[in-house]
């Protein structure tokens, strides 16, 4: 999992607010949330993972350990229940807000963070690029 750690910007988006708005983020939110370009680093201590989050409008982050179910905070401010697993390079973040659910799948590989979001029939992807 050491290939993760890094910082990342996005390079591109594609169905971003179709995803934000299957899982019930305002129309107002999700412009804004659409035309950010946010920045990601990751970093991991004995096994506390930290992903934060900025952007121009908003910063935040995520803590958590593999397998662990965690309470997180959305951009939007509303919680959820959240799980994050590892698949090889591949990190599996599943989401449940009351009913609704989500899987954010993020796949490192070599200068490339490919993040898919996935909520009912609605998918999207982000692509994010290695920079430190």
């Keep these: 999992m050491a290939g993760i750690v890094g910082t990342y910007e996005m390079v591109s988006s594609d169905k971003y607010d179709e995803f934000l708005k299957a899982v019930g983020v305002s129309m107002i939110q ?6 950010v370009s946010p920045t990601m680093t990751w970093s991991n201590e004995n096994g506390k993972w930290t992903q934060k989050t900025k952007t121009t409008l908003k910063s935040f982050q995520i803590v958590f350990v593999e397998g662990e179910e965690f309470e ?5 401010g509303r919680k959820c229940r959240s799980v994050i697993t590892f698949d090889g390079n591949t990190l599996i973040h599943k989401q449940k807000m009351d009913d609704l659910t989500s899987v954010v799948t993020r796949e490192f590989k070599g200068d490339q963070m490919v993040t898919t979001f996935k909520s009912g029939d609605v998918v999207a992807t982000r692509v994010f690029k290695k920079i430190a």
């Design 30 to 35: 999700r412009t804004m949330a659409s035309k």
């Design 72 to 76: 997180e905070e959305l951009a939007d």
